[in-house]
């Protein structure tokens, strides 16, 4: 497998050197392994906290900057990253309002995090959690007890973000991030298995001509393969999945997520086919977005998540946002 990078040793490091020639506006410490906004930290705000293993660009590097996280800590890739790297992190955005860690449900960054906040607030440090569990596909994987964490990950950061920049106490960031959770579900689907740098070869067998329905961000298998099949029968499938588990109430937000391989105009067809399904099931989308932001490096496929959301999540997710991976409003 060919691939843009010098030795995988040092695929993760290079990545960061790069984002911070990129992105000044971004303290990228590339020993440590933590990305800060740079004017971090932010007087009577609450900081936000996220990461874990590389390879699922932009998501979380990407997504530090006003309106969203205040610090990420990458590990290597689909590593956790480990507990000193979060004490860094907390300490380094904390202004006496606390911190608020968003965590995706896997075991090792469930249990580094919370080693992290134990560190951190023998620090003096206030710390809270959240803990994002938005894949309906299985229960218990290879990497987690209990759903994976995936796209909601994103409206997390995105809304806890824009409710910690405008002032917000860290119990309610911290209730609002739960809210989020509690009200977004997510399903996924492989066409192509991934490549990680250090093997150089597929991470899982996924014949010609087949697809993985409700696999994981890491390859992980989901709930069956089957010949492939069009894009309006993966919309069927996956839009069917989180509704059966979801049953909004609310107008959605609706996120057509790649998993790093697929074009752009793939996507927004999925996108079309999507918007068709949640019509027919009478379900109103209320924002969409569309594009790779939880990816699983080279792997072809998609994933759906949506979140019923009120007007008080509406006006949080078009509140103005400036990172490297999503901004708008400013």
Same mark, same amino acid.
Request: charged share 20%; aromatic share 4%.
């Given at each position: 497998?060919?691939?843009?990078?010098?030795?995988?040793?040092?695929?993760?490091?290079?990545?960061?050197?790069?984002?911070?020639?990129?992105?000044?506006?971004?303290?990228?410490?590339?020993?440590?392994?933590?990305?800060?906004?740079?004017?971090?930290?932010?007087?009577?705000?609450?900081?936000?906290?996220?990461?874990?293993?590389?390879?699922?660009?932009?998501?979380?590097?990407?997504?530090?900057?006003?309106?969203?996280?205040?610090?990420?800590?990458?590990?290597?890739?689909? *590593?956790?990253? @480990?507990?000193?790297?979060?004490?860094? &992190?907390?300490? %380094?955005? =904390?202004? /006496?309002?606390? +911190?608020?860690? #968003?965590?995706?449900?896997? *075991?090792?960054? @469930?249990?580094?995090?919370?080693?992290? &906040?134990?560190? %951190?607030? =023998?620090? /003096?440090?206030? +710390?809270?959690? #959240?803990?994002?569990?938005?894949?309906?596909? @299985?229960?218990?994987?290879?990497?987690? &007890?209990?759903?994976?964490?995936?796209?909601?990950?994103?409206?997390?950061?995105?809304?806890?973000?824009?409710?910690?920049?405008?002032?917000?106490?860290?119990?309610?960031?911290?209730?609002?991030?739960?809210?989020?959770?509690?009200?977004?579900?997510?399903?996924?689907?492989?066409?192509?298995?991934?490549?990680?740098?250090?093997?150089?070869?597929?991470?899982?067998?996924?014949?010609?001509?087949?697809?993985?329905?409700?696999?994981?961000?890491?390859?992980?298998?989901?709930?069956?393969?089957?010949?492939?099949?069009?894009?309006?029968?993966?919309?069927?499938?996956?839009?069917?999945?989180?509704?059966?588990?979801?049953?909004?109430?609310?107008?959605?937000?609706?996120?057509?997520?790649?998993?790093?391989?697929?074009?752009?105009?793939?996507?927004?067809?999925?996108?079309?086919?999507?918007?068709?399904?949640?019509?027919?099931?009478?379900?109103?989308?209320?924002?969409?977005?569309?594009?790779?932001?939880?990816?699983?490096?080279?792997?072809?496929?998609?994933?759906?998540?949506?979140?019923?959301?009120?007007?008080?999540?509406?006006?949080?997710?078009?509140?103005?946002?400036?990172?490297?991976?999503?901004?708008?409003?400013?």
């Amino acid at each position: 497998m060919k691939m843009l990078i010098n030795v995988p040793e040092t695929v993760v490091a290079d990545a960061l050197r790069g984002m911070a020639a990129a992105h000044p506006e971004l303290v990228v410490d590339v020993d440590n392994r933590v990305i800060v906004r740079r004017d971090a930290p932010v007087a009577g705000k609450v900081g936000l906290v996220s990461g874990g293993g590389s390879g699922h660009e932009p998501l979380h590097g990407g997504f530090v900057g006003p309106g969203m996280l205040d610090a990420a800590c990458p590990g290597e890739i689909f *590593t956790s990253p @480990v507990p000193d790297q979060m004490v860094r &992190a907390a300490a %380094a955005v =904390d202004s /006496g309002e606390g +911190v608020l860690f #968003v965590v995706k449900n896997y *075991t090792g960054d @469930v249990l580094n995090f919370q080693m992290a &906040a134990e560190l %951190a607030e =023998d620090e /003096g440090v206030r +710390v809270d959690s #959240v803990l994002v569990n938005d894949d309906v596909a @299985v229960t218990d994987s290879l990497f987690t &007890a209990g759903r994976r964490g995936t796209g909601a990950t994103l409206f997390v950061e995105k809304i806890a973000g824009a409710a910690a920049e405008e002032g917000a106490p860290l119990d309610r960031v911290a209730a609002l991030a739960r809210r989020v959770v509690d009200s977004s579900r997510s399903f996924g689907v492989a066409l192509s298995p991934c490549t990680t740098p250090a093997k150089g070869g597929p991470t899982f067998d996924l014949p010609a001509g087949e697809l993985e329905l409700g696999v994981g961000i890491h390859g992980e298998p989901g709930r069956e393969r089957r010949p492939m099949m069009t894009a309006g029968e993966i919309a069927d499938y996956a839009v069917d999945a989180v509704l059966a588990d979801l049953r909004p109430r609310q107008p959605v937000l609706a996120l057509v997520n790649g998993m790093g391989g697929t074009p752009l105009a793939e996507l927004y067809g999925f996108g079309g086919e999507v918007h068709r399904v949640l019509a027919e099931r009478g379900v109103p989308v209320a924002r969409t977005l569309v594009g790779n932001y939880v990816t699983s490096l080279d792997m072809a496929g998609c994933s759906v998540t949506l979140c019923q959301a009120d007007e008080e999540l509406l006006r949080l997710w078009d509140a103005p946002v400036q990172t490297a991976g999503l901004r708008w409003g400013r």
